[in-house]
């Protein structure tokens, strides 16, 4: 069993910075080739933030490239977001995904477990 506990989310004002952490709880120490940050914002689609595979290559959407930064501790298996330059439009609940299972490093799909989410607000 994979479990994802989210942490870091609240509320700024524009411009501000926050970092979002990801601990994955398991029973036999479970590593995942890829993790990402995934957000849904009320009445859209699910869209993808930012991944990073095993080799700490990250990949970002254009939305977010140059405020954003995806990290990973390895030894911790905690997985971060740290989100600089806060806009309104990235107001959204935020969601980590690891359980790469192929594709896209960017797609939903890729990934098999889920946090629950955390809220971003940013006014």
């Known amino acids: 069993q994979v479990q994802l506990v989210e942490s870091g989310g609240g509320s700024v004002q524009a411009g501000e910075s926050l970092r979002l952490s990801c601990e994955v709880v398991?029973?036999?120490?479970?590593?995942?080739?890829?993790m990402g940050w995934f957000r849904q914002a009320p009445g859209k689609e699910r869209e993808a933030v930012a991944s990073?595979?095993?080799?700490?290559?990250?990949t970002y959407a254009d939305s977010v490239k140059g405020r954003f930064t995806i990290s990973r501790d390895k030894v911790q298996n905690i997985l971060y977001l740290q989100m600089d330059s806060l806009k309104p439009e990235d107001t959204a609940t935020y969601y980590c995904?690891?359980?790469?299972?192929?594709?896209?490093?960017?797609?939903?799909?890729?990934?098999?477990?889920w946090g629950q989410g955390t809220q971003v607000t940013v006014s």
């Open positions: 995904a690891t359980g790469y299972v192929g594709g896209a490093l960017l797609g939903p799909q890729s990934y098999r477990y």
């Open positions: 398991s029973s036999n120490a479970y590593r995942s080739i890829a």
């Open positions: 990073i595979t095993a080799d700490n290559s990250a």
